[in-house]
């Protein structure tokens, strides 16, 4: 079981970015979905979250200019970012919880991708 995150890249501020992570292998379930930034000397911290019903959950501190959705049937989850500025320059990295095809339940997490926004 993998994770696969893409979408990262360069941008000028006020512009927007999709994140988006895809989860393969042999998965039973997918549950809860989330996404996270890092900046290099700092802790991983929340973003949002979104659990197999769709109902989400937002940092306070991220509300308003990221959305997370996610597509179930593809095993994908979704960050939308809007008015990105300098300070959300990071690497935002995903993590999925699931249940394996043999029973093993797993939080597994995606291996990063960076996102730089320039002002």
């Known amino acids: 079981v993998q994770l696969q995150a893409s979408g990262g890249g360069l941008v000028q501020a006020g512009e927007s970015l999709r994140l988006s992570c895809v989860a393969s292998?042999?998965?039973?379930?997918?549950?809860?979905m989330a996404w996270y930034r890092q900046a290099p000397g700092n802790q991983r911290e929340l973003i949002a979250s979104i659990t197999r019903d769709g109902t989400t959950n937002y940092v306070d501190s991220q509300k308003g200019r990221f959305t997370i959705s996610r597509d179930s049937a593809k095993n994908t989850v979704y960050l939308q970012m809007s008015g990105l500025k300098p300070e959300d320059t990071d690497v935002y990295y995903c993590?999925?919880?699931?249940?394996?095809?043999?029973?093993?339940?797993?939080?597994?997490w995606g291996q990063g991708t960076l996102v730089t926004v320039s002002s």
């Open positions: 993590k999925v919880d699931l249940i394996t095809l043999t029973s093993h339940i797993l939080g597994i």
């Open positions: 292998g042999s998965i039973l379930v997918v549950n809860d």
